[in-house]
């Protein structure tokens, strides 16, 4: 079993930045490819970015590209998400997700572990 805990969440203004991290038990960390996804009051959750298990592919979804940047720390069990240049369009319960099978998905289908999730809140 995997438990997964984000932190790094909080209230931001537009064009501000933030630094997401998902911290991860467990010895295989390493063999997962690992997402993050957000979702907004009312919405359904959504894609935000994806990382294979060696951290040399990754994978955007179109709003957030060029603006947030996934990356891991394989020897720290973690992935972190930065995001810049936030909208408040961005203001969402992020979370991590863990794909013991090592695909990078773009859909919350697959992903054998999630995180509660972390608040972001960019106001205008």
């Known amino acids: 079993q995997v438990q997964l805990v984000e932190s790094g969440g909080g209230l931001v203004q537009a064009g501000g930045s933030l630094r997401l991290s998902c911290a991860a038990s467990?010895?295989?960390?390493?063999?997962?490819?690992m997402g993050w996804f957000r979702q907004a009051p009312g919405k359904e959750r959504e894609f935000v970015a994806a990382?294979?298990?060696?951290?040399?592919?990754?994978n955007y979804a179109d709003s957030v590209k060029g603006r947030f940047t996934i990356s891991r720390d394989n020897a720290k069990n973690t992935v972190y998400l930065e995001m810049n240049s936030l909208k408040p369009e961005d203001t969402a319960v992020y979370s991590c997700?863990?794909?013991?099978?090592?695909?990078?998905?773009?859909?919350?289908?697959?992903?054998?572990?999630w995180g509660q999730g972390t608040q972001v809140t960019v106001s205008s």
């Open positions: 997700a863990a794909d013991a099978q090592g695909i990078i998905r773009r859909t919350i289908y697959g992903y054998d572990y």
């Open positions: 990382i294979s298990s060696s951290g040399g592919t990754t």
């Open positions: 467990g010895r295989t960390f390493r063999w997962y490819a």
